[in-house]
């Protein structure tokens, strides 16, 4: 069955970093986008950044631009997130997901867009 499966996340300071990952299985991963979004208590889910299939191709909401970098391993079936100078507002739990057979990356910042999401890993960031 399809599995995605987020690790990483935990407690750091301001200014500090962490990598998340995600680990997929059971569909098409090196033909699919992946997408990382988060949600912070109380507010809805956002989109952080997406990645197209051979990872050539990288989009990211503005309030993570040059902070944040999405990356994959095809031969892995991985996807990363590399957070740096994180910010307390960057607390939240991150979700991959993945949508597979999409074309069009700018299409990547809505959650319609993608047919598998992961569990989810809490990132905690103390001012």
């Known amino acids: 069955q399809v599995q995605l499966v987020e690790s990483g996340g935990g407690l750091v300071q301001a200014g500090g970093s962490l990598r998340l990952s995600c680990a997929a299985s059971?569909?098409?991963?090196?033909?699919?986008?992946m997408g990382w979004f988060r949600q912070a208590p109380g507010k809805d889910r956002e989109f952080v950044a997406a990645?197209?299939?051979?990872?050539?191709?990288?989009y990211y909401s503005d309030s993570v631009k040059g902070r944040l970098t999405i990356s994959r391993d095809n031969a892995k079936n991985t996807v990363y997130l590399q957070m740096n100078s994180l910010k307390s507002e960057d607390t939240a739990v991150y979700f991959c997901?993945?949508?597979?057979?999409?074309?069009?990356?700018?299409?990547?910042?809505?959650?319609?867009?993608?047919?598998?999401w992961g569990q989810g890993t809490r990132v905690t960031v103390s001012s």
């Open positions: 997901a993945a949508g597979v057979g999409r074309r069009n990356i700018a299409t990547m910042t809505t959650q319609y867009q993608y047919d598998y």
């Open positions: 059971g569909f098409d991963f090196s033909s699919s986008f």
């Open positions: 990645i197209n299939w051979s990872g050539g191709s990288t």
